[in-house]
């Protein structure tokens, strides 16, 4: 038999990143496309880089489907927010767009959110019970928020506002902070330290995972944390939107 296949795409605040997915082992059937999120992240421009990376993915057969995965609120087809992309994001018919655009159906859904879903289905949330929180660090901090298997979209917990600097959590401490601050791994996890003490105080989750690109050095940093709730890094790491966008686009 057949395995079942579906091509993710993770639109992201620097990369656009894309592949085949094996849904029965929630794996990567071909090398990952990326290409370079467009400076300003204008719809148009993004959907130019998106159909470039499906493109060069070569699937041709029209009834493997799709899923897109996009850095904002998603609600029913549209997009409410726009932390690290255009503006023009804002309440905009986006899955309409991209379907439009592409000439075919996708399913269209939160980054973080499919994330969750690929790491419940195939990675470190697989079969735990009570209330598990993944949090991605990259340009932002995404998050899903998923209890005893089952998604609760759109919780945007890197959006938490640090009321003393007038700035949210995600500029804080996203890796992005990191980054453009030259921080070592030690003072970025001090400022990891008040984020996941801030988030285990209002959720008391049963365990963390932390995904992004960043999620490769865990041994670097998330020993430097202490907390009450286990912590363990994503299992498919970066890949994880990727996988999460197909594995939605199937059902």
Do not use: C
């Amino acid at each position: 038999m057949a395995s079942k296949t579906a091509v993710g795409i993770d639109i992201g605040g620097t990369g656009i990143k894309g592949a085949l997915v094996d849904l029965d082992k929630g794996e990567l059937l071909t090398d990952r496309v990326k290409v370079a999120t467009p400076q300003g992240a204008e719809p148009q421009d993004v959907l130019d880089a998106v159909k470039e990376v499906f493109a060069r993915l070569e699937v041709t057969d029209t009834s493997v489907p799709l899923g897109v995965a996009f850095p904002a609120i998603v609600k029913n087809g549209r997009t409410l927010s726009a932390a690290n992309v255009s503006k023009k994001w804002v309440d905009f018919e986006a899955e309409k767009f991209f379907e439009d655009g592409l000439g075919r159906g996708i399913h269209f859904a939160n980054d973080a959110d499919v994330a969750g879903i690929a790491e419940v289905r195939y990675g470190a949330a697989r079969g735990k019970d009570g209330l598990v929180l993944l949090t991605t660090l990259g340009t932002g901090i995404g998050s899903a928020l998923l209890y005893d298997g089952v998604l609760i979209p759109n919780t945007e917990l890197g959006h938490l506002q640090r009321a003393e600097k007038k700035k949210d959590a995600e500029f804080y401490a996203a890796y992005s902070a990191m980054e453009r601050e030259e921080l070592d791994w030690k003072a970025w996890a001090e400022r990891l330290q008040w984020y996941y003490d801030h988030l285990e105080l209002l959720f008391s989750p049963d365990l963390f995972i932390v995904g992004g690109g960043v999620s490769k050095h865990a041994d670097d940093f998330l020993p430097l944390l202490k907390l009450r709730t286990p912590i363990v890094p994503a299992v498919h790491r970066n890949n994880a939107g990727i996988i999460g966008a197909a594995a939605l686009a199937l059902g």
